[in-house]
Nanobody
Framework: QVQLVESGGGLVQAGGSLRLSCLASGGTFSSYTMGWFRQAPGKEREFVAARRWSGGITYYADSVKGRFTISKDNAKNTVYLQMNSLKPEDTAVYYC?????????????????WGQGTQVTVSS
């Protein structure tokens, strides 16, 4: 059974950085697409970034392009989201998601494995 466990969230001042981690287990992830989504209070869950586990293709929401980077470490079975120049509007619960045998998708309904989420709070 595929499991995703996020970590690395916390409280940071505007302009600061955080790195989120998503430890993946229970599958052979070379054939998976991995995504990061976020949900702020009172808002719908929205796409942040995604990549194929194998290969270098990545995709970012316009709101985070140039500030966030999605990467992975094969040896650790971990996907990362490096977040720089954080803004108060980045405050949300961040979720890691995965789907097998799929091109990169921006739609959360296309992903069938989800982590429990990690809170990111950016103070002004």
């Amino acid at each position: 059974q595929v499991q995703l466990v996020e970590s690395g969230g916390g409280l940071v001042q505007a302009g600061g950085s955080l790195r989120l981690s998503c430890l993946a287990s229970g599958g052979t992830f070379s054939s998976y697409t991995m995504g990061w989504f976020r949900q702020a209070p009172g808002k719908e869950r929205e796409f942040v970034a995604a990549r194929r586990w194998s290969g270098g293709i990545t995709y970012y929401a316009d709101s985070v392009k140039g500030r966030f980077t999605i990467s992975k470490d094969n040896a650790k079975n971990t996907v990362y989201l490096q977040m720089n120049s954080l803004k108060p509007e980045d405050t949300a619960v961040y979720y890691c998601a995965a789907v097998r045998y799929s091109d990169i998708s921006l739609r959360d309904r296309d992903y069938n494995y989800w982590g429990q989420g990690t809170q990111v709070t950016v103070s002004s």
